[in-house]
């Protein structure tokens, strides 16, 4: 697959899945829709939040290692009283002075470190959009097994309705004599079971919920019908394709090792000279002498080192092993991604033929089950052929609704798996996190109380408002 045809496949899929999402948004203004459910994980998240502020730290490492390329200004002051029997009546010294220091040259070792810290940034990116992804999948299970759920207490609702009339109707046949008094204890084990497996189908709705709650932050009401599904590639070798380019799993990583390339290269830098330049003006002050002494000098400095231990040797070599174990990472996780690619298709594959196959169950189970009950009213077949096939005609219809469920989480599966499940991607209505607004901001290592530096303390309070 080319990639234009690749970017063409990506578009029209997203047209379908935003349409499909709108119409969700549109079909009910009470009902709770698969968008709302969405918006609803990528706004409450705290793991997002969380992995926002680990972001944001990995972006002020960018600022701490180009901080060393600028010059580096302090100041000191000191007060010093003497005492000896040579000072008559003792003397007190005022000491204050500034200094400041440029590296000149270090054969690129701190850019170097400055450009590696940039890499670990867009892994980190790339992290946050992983679990974004993690996230909305989440949030599309929860909203589809809530669906299960209710379509599975109100088949377990309407069975045990039909039961009881069974049982109803077997009470009164027995008190005519048509039938057995065996035949009323099987309509009342019947609906006992069907009694039990309601319950059964409560709590597993009440534990539905509670899921969607916890991801949506907030309960799920009466869910709007299902949406349409969206267009997915189900050709596995165009899919594995599309997620090797765009997984961000596979970003994650390649970055990881762009990153431990340079760091690798700065340790190699680290054994070379250095060259700086230091300034320094000071003023010393003698109280009770009018004249106080001013000094002013600049040194240029060139050192490098001779021996530290082997220090310098084990941190390249250590850089050189991380560097190593990186690329072994990146190809483990080009493997797991196409294999995640293989298990979302084949799941998607599977739910589809289930639910195909469970359709004709359905025809073919509800025939048995008519004709059954006709005879059973000709006293042709007995109260246990009835339940019988009646119980085959549920457990057919539960395995459609699951099937249908499946097939749903099966298709976002899939758009996971290819890196395609993101919130920008998705076109939901909420405020995207752009994670270059607060590098841009803290890249050229702003001064707290520069003008930038307040514009950036006014952006933290804000995001501290937000999460």
């Known amino acids: 697959m080319n990639k234009r045809t690749g970017k063409r496949f990506i578009s029209d899929a997203f047209a379908a899945l935003t349409l499909s999402l709108s119409v969700l948004t549109s079909s009910g203004a009470q009902a709770d829709t698969l968008a709302d459910a969405l918006v609803g994980a990528y706004s409450h998240s705290g793991l997002l939040a969380q992995n926002r502020a680990l ?15 600028k010059p580096i200004v302090n100041w000191s002051s000191n007060l010093t ?3 000896g029997d040579s000072i008559r009546a003792g003397s007190t010294v005022m000491t204050g002075g500034i200094s400041a220091t440029l590296q000149v040259f270090d054969f690129g070792a701190d850019q170097t470190r400055t450009e590696a810290a940039k890499e670990t940034v867009l892994a980190t990116r790339a992290t946050l959009l992983r679990i974004e992804q993690s996230i909305l999948l989440r949030a599309a299970q929860a909203y589809f097994n809530v669906s ?17 009339e069974e049982l109803r109707a077997a009470q009164d046949r027995f008190e005519v004599g048509e039938i057995t008094r065996t035949d009323v204890a099987l309509a009342e084990a019947a609906v006992a079971q069907a009694r039990s497996n309601l319950a059964d189908a409560d709590r597993n709705l009440a534990q539905a919920k509670a899921e969607y709650t916890n991801v949506a932050g907030r309960k799920p009401g009466q869910l709007a019908p299902v949406p349409q599904l969206p267009q997915t590639e189900t050709v596995v070798s165009r899919a594995q394709a599309i997620a090797v380019r765009n997984h961000p799993e596979m970003t994650e990583a390649q970055h990881q090792v762009a990153a431990n390339e340079l760091f690798l290269k700065a340790a190699g830098f680290d054994m070379l000279p250095t060259v700086s330049v230091q300034g320094s003006l000071n003023l010393n002050h003698t109280f009770g002498n009018s004249d106080p002494a001013e000094t002013a000098s600049v040194t240029l400095n060139v050192s490098g080192p001779i021996y530290q231990g082997g220090n310098l040797s084990a941190r390249e070599r250590r850089a050189l092993a991380v560097r190593d174990a990186s690329r072994g990472n990146l190809h483990n996780v080009r493997h797991g991604v196409q294999q995640g690619v293989v298990n979302a298709v084949s799941n998607l594959v599977a739910a589809k033929a289930s639910l195909e196959a469970s359709e004709r169950q359905i025809r073919a189970a509800r025939v048995a089950f008519e004709g059954v009950r006709e005879e059973a009213n000709l006293g042709a077949r007995t109260t246990l052929d009835v339940l019988d096939a009646e119980q085959d005609l549920l457990n057919a ?6 099937a249908r469920a499946d097939q749903y989480i099966a298709t976002y599966q899939v758009l996971e798996s290819m890196g395609m499940l993101t919130a920008q991607r998705l076109g939901l209505p909420v405020q995207i996190y752009d994670p270059s607004a607060y590098f841009d901001l803290v890249k050229n290592s702003p001064a707290k109380r520069s003008k930038q530096g307040k ?13």
């Open 455 to 467: 514009q950036l303390d006014r952006v933290l309070r804000a995001l501290n408002a937000t999460e």
């Open 81 to 83: 009283r003497e005492f």
């Open 148 to 164: 299960r759920q209710q379509e599975f207490v109100a088949l377990r609702r309407n069975n045990l309705r039909l039961l009881n």
């Open 55 to 69: 972001l944001r730290a990995a972006d002020e490492d960018v600022a701490i290692a180009a901080s060393v390329l």
């Open 397 to 402: 219809e539960t395995n459609r609704i699951s």
